[in-house]
């Protein structure tokens, strides 16, 4: 996929840590995406009202309403049943993946990110998130 293409592409990143969000924020642009940038589960709220993204990356450890609740509750909303949602974690405990995806998550790519295969592992959510939408 090229830039250009990607250029329509809106991510939300939903991350408390600014070190992190400037990271993942930076790779994303970098490679062309939109980013859509909230520190909480009510600035999320706020910005999928507006328009819906194409993907979202969800830390798991947010202030307030935690990113699985907020993941469970987009879940449930019709115009996400496309739109992959994936756990940013800096938990590697034995279970707590099987917990994430049980809870909604499409995926999930452990914190700290790896800055060369970052773009990789979110264009192959955008990828298998678009092949499941053509089967609907
Ligand atoms: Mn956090």
Do not use: W
Not at 28 to 41: H, I, N, P, R, Y
Not at 99 to 111: E, H, N, Q, T, V
């Amino acid at each position: 996929m090229s830039k250009t293409e990607r250029k329509s592409e809106k991510i939300l990143v939903v991350e408390d840590n600014l070190q992190n969000m400037q990271l993942v924020a930076y790779l994303l642009e970098d490679a062309g995406f939109t980013v859509l940038k909230a520190e909480d589960a009510e600035a999320a709220r706020a910005l999928v009202g507006e328009s819906i993204p194409d993907l979202v990356l969800m830390d798991m450890r947010l202030p307030g309403m935690d990113g699985l609740a907020l993941t469970k509750e987009f879940k449930a909303r019709p115009e996400f049943s496309s739109v992959p949602i994936i756990a940013l974690t800096a938990h590697a405990m034995r279970g707590d993946k099987e917990r994430f995806l049980a809870g909604g998550c499409d995926g999930y790519i452990s914190k700290p990110i790896s800055v060369k295969t970052f773009i990789g592992e979110v264009s192959e959510f955008l990828v298998s998130g678009k092949e499941g939408a053509d089967d609907e």
